[in-house]
């Protein structure tokens, strides 16, 4: 495993941090070294401490693994978070001062002015802002943060990039239904949700509408300039246990026929497709032409839970076009859209003097 | 009974047909005295025929009458249909050819320009159309048709209709999460809603959007000149048994602050609840605080099933506002209304020489 | 409301103290004036405190009552608890020490030997258990402490007493599918129940063998000599909202038909239904003779939430008997049943000076 | 492909149906090459015709394969039968006739004298029933029926049959909790199951006493023995996607400990794990130790949906012992059951000229 990046997870026995462990169970890049949770898990190994609510098992190379404190001491090259916000910050910024790169799926520094908020095939160049990051923060040699968006922003953004880089956006409207995987575990208690819908998710709308306009932002004189058009988002919390939808309008500069939309969104392709990364899917978009489709159930796990289906293209009488985007939330919206993010820094030699010295 | 108009049901062992049964079990001014339902049912008891859905018992003084065909030769003074829409236009038709008052649930009628497409609170001046309607159709003394809107756009005109005739509506974009009961029964296949929601419901959108526009539409010469402001309906079905939500955005021609909003829709009081009709909710809306609210669970059954809950006002990013509406799919969408109707039109004297008697 | 005791609750803004608020909003003869709950609730009003989980709102007499400490100087003449087992036993005994009557759903005191554990329709005769406690305990005049079972466990008792009263238990295989309310807010995480069951609820399986023997058991010298038969329970978890399932095989020392069994569980009636206390049910237990009856959700709410349905009675290969009973698990399970349970010990003068004051 | 069993699918756009096409898909031994179905869909392509319900796409390979009518004259050496069971018994019969061996998921021939009901791990002795039906029928050389089981029958023998062999079983008391896919598509209504349990599957209960005593029976004197001891089924319809749980009471003859059992269960293995069967799980039964295991969600999916999850293994009051089994229904309990046993039949070269062609 010599040629492998030695990795670390903060909040390893939560929903996102589990999905990191079982992304990351046999990739060619990265070998889990260290694990680290919260108090009431430390000192027992991972199979003791971990309360494993994915389908399979708890690969073996992680069960015997002595769950850590997450202070900056892990024996690893570079970190996943996955820490519950509140403490994110801090312990995010301790990680990196040491010189950890920091890979987040917190939303702690999300809109930091000198935070990447990635995506790689949609704004790979914003990791442009390590470089001032570097020049902003006293983090010690190696020690950086980039973030991945809320699970939800990212469904929003893989549908609607491609069409904003073709045909200019001038406004979306977006009403989320999203699942209750996304809130952890044990997240939403299921008298809140068993026959019912659950119409506030704390937080959300404001994550939405302010991390598209960042994503889809000009890097320019160091900083990201937010897109200019007007996001707005309603968030809702729906009975389904992995797979977020959007139900999207949006109007456009111009008027591209629904075919060329279609065609545009299916053709899309970007760096990580280029560069074939191991995470990456090989068409990051599907569109669907069958009345009822995108279904998260049917269609949560394409491209291995990393692709976004869109279907129900179709011109709007108000925005003059809409459409219906799923994830899935877990994985594109958080472990997998982090893995995603080393991946392409790795393969940019952004992730120090570890990675240099694999390439 | 000497003072109750004498009811027929057809349509009367499907979901919304038991819903009648229910809802007029202990009326005023209705009593059932036919049953009709398609060829398998006929010549069978009620409680032989029909496999009640609803909690509680089949109503003890329909269970022994015999089911007929839909055929208008029933003993009753007048009907609620809910027969599915591919026989609705034929059935209906015959029946208020015979003289029978015909209100119905079903959306054969709905657009056709003589034909009333009624919420009592709301446009209940439409009725004027059975005057164009007396003249047009060659319907016997006291024929007529009646309908109520779709189960989806009953809540959205509620929460909007007293907002548009005080500020004025520009455009309205709106996403539902229907509950299941809406289709019928067996309806919503297990396999496609349990963990998972379903984009697709026939005819809903295109009804969604057009049903809005002609009732909130002016009447003037004879006919409705529909709301000139477009209307984007997004549908979805939900796990939900009972109660359809909608997630609304709008633009209005004024800049009321939120507050002034919520007073709009909280003190807003018509018709109905002047006459005190007897399904007519004391409060048509209801505007709740909490930030999570309105929810099926817990909301749909507010003010018997007939009142409408809103929440989540706020100030939108690209229409301006927003807001959360629910109410009952099957009670205040679908057979309350059409009660409702048939009070209103009992209490105007327009239930045709029957009525006239009972006033 | 002079008539009226004054009633306190414990645990006030748990799933089971909302539904103890629910059933005595309109009593005859219960008034709430105190209610009391956990430090984080304390000094709130109700309102406040409450996070309402029920349909319809919070009852407008209780709105504004301050939530106390659960500390024996309420201002109440007895007390209804729906403590959490770990803290109910010192509480109660606290409230009893001061003279208070308890009558408690907690599972804290069900099995010692001087507490009835009280199901009115089955074993009244158990409240003699009364004159032992106050010779046993140091409680002040009037304190005592009544509880009722386990949720489960009074659906299976519901349904099997009668036949042992009749034809002798020789021994009972119970299996459960309870109800996801039965573990309290915010109790089971959706994610744990969501498109899955769960196969192990806490201390159930051993709550359900031991009290079912404990309640049918003869009261004599004393003390409750257990019921002989063993008892079998498997309890499992499944997503619906209330009611409890049971599926039930069962031997008898008789051979009865199947007709014959039948007519014992319909005509059953006891004390409750002879003395018309007001939560009693007209017809505790409901045989249907559908072949997919009982079901949760339309049997849950029969005979006002308690009655128990019982259907699907048949001979079995291995026990003899069986079939599948279902009640409402927070009403006759839960709030229902302690009320009902106080309900006869008034009609009994067993609330002590207060109550004799209101005979 | 030339060594490839050419193979035909009857009834292949159904639930089970779709899974045939799913597991052969990469199969080693086995490629599709005929797909038929009802009237419907005959004449389109399997692509057009099929409403595909599982995650994933339709496979390539049979997307442009015509539907043909389930008429014996299918290119393909065998049939895999999930044909619903009002029209196997006469279609089956005439594939057998006209020389295909018909493996069939169908329950139109499981109880037939001559006809094997196959589990390949617990009685492919069974198998030598095919000699005497070869006499009894008047089957083309090369045709022949054999069955598997029930898809809640194969849970609860997969978990006792060798505690059957070892310990003897005196008497079987089960309950099924079973999936929504059992029922097929559209199959269950989901406004039955949302909220609810459905304690009535039609014929269930009767199958799973039936064939649990054919599988566990011996042969001999050219006929199955029924296993002698009683078995009682009460069969529930729960609201789960994929995933039969069996709560499970057992007497066994002697006493073993539970560890033993567990052993028993654990070191199980057979036939199909010798011959190293491309579908069989290398180990058939997963004994959990977890209190809260198996659970549907968490290990319908183990073995490929073919390993047998238990857990719960405990003793029982009155029976003895008891514990929770738990397979996949669709796979191990049909499709994947079909597919095992034309691999075990191949490696004994029974199915006919064509098999012997391929050893």
């Given at each position: ?13 939560g929903t996102v941090g589990q999905r990191f462990v079982q992304l990351l169970e046999n990739h060619s890049r990265f070998e889990i070294t260290a694990l680290a949770a919260s108090d009431r898990s430390q000192g027992k190994t991972y199979a003791e401490a971990c309360s494993w609510k994915l389908a399979g098992e708890i690969p073996e190379a992680v069960k015997s693994i002595v769950v850590s404190a997450c202070e900056p001491n892990l024996d690893c090259d570079l970190v996943f978070s996955s820490l ?276």
């Open positions: 495993m010599a040629n492998k990046l030695r990795v670390g997870i903060l909040g390893a026995t519950p916000s509140e403490m994110a910050r801090e312990t995010e910024e301790n990680f990196a001062r040491e010189g950890y790169p920091v890979i987040s799926n917190s939303s702690a520094f999300r809109m930091d002015e000198d935070v990447p908020l990635l995506i790689p095939e949609i704004n790979h160049d914003h990791l442009k802002l390590l470089e001032v990051q570097k020049q902003t923060r006293n983090f010690k040699e190696g020690g950086l943060i980039v973030t991945n968006p809320n699970c939800s922003t990212i469904v929003v953004v893989m549908a609607l990039a491609p069409l904003h880089y073709r045909y200019g956006l001038e406004s979306v409207v977006i009403t989320t239904l999203q699942a209750i995987s996304g809130a952890g575990y044990p997240g939403v208690a299921s008298l809140d949700i068993t026959d019912n819908i659950y119409p506030f998710i704390k937080g959300e709308e404001e994550k939405v509408e302010s991390e598209t306009q960042r994503i889809m932002g000009q890097f320019q004189n160091d900083k990201v300039e937010y897109a200019p058009f007007p996001v707005s988002a309603q968030t809702i919390r729906v009975n389904v246990v992995d797979g977020h939808t959007a139900a999207i309008r949006f109007k456009l500069k111009s008027t591209p026929s629904i075919e060329e939309i279609k065609e545009t969104l299916s053709n899309f392709s970007s760096l990580p497709q280029e560069l074939k990364l191991e995470t990456a899917p090989q068409r990051p978009i599907i569109v669907r032409e069958e009345q009822d489709r995108p279904q998260p159930k049917l269609d949560r796990n394409a491209g291995g839970g990393m692709a976004t289906s869109v279907g129900r293209i179709m011109h709007d009488k108000v925005l003059g076009y809409r459409m219906i985007a799923l994830n899935h939330n877990v994985i594109r919206g958080a472990a997998g859209a982090a893995v995603l993010n080393a991946e392409l820094m790795l393969s940019q030699s952004l992730l120090g003097a570890q990675a240099s010295r694999l390439q």
